[in-house]
């Protein structure tokens, strides 16, 4: 990954996808797609994008309220 800040701005976000991501794909070092996912999908060992119910985390999980989810 890359962790890019403005230089100058504006301008160093377009020059970086101008002049760095070809670089990078012609070296084979960026993809030009990925499969769908997060993150914790693509580590985790069964591929769900939560956390287990038994995970010391899953305790801060709030519920959305309902006209939200929708």
Avoid at 44 to 70: M, V, W
């Amino acid at each position: 990954g890359f962790n890019i800040a403005y230089a100058v701005s504006p301008g160093s976000f377009a020059d970086f996808i101008t002049y760095i991501v070809p670089e990078l794909r012609s070296r084979g070092r960026l993809d030009r797609s990925y499969r769908p996912g997060t993150l914790r999908e693509k580590l985790s060992d069964n591929g769900t994008a939560r956390l287990a119910a038994d995970h010391p985390a899953a305790r801060y999980r709030t519920e959305l309220p309902i006209a939200a989810q929708q």
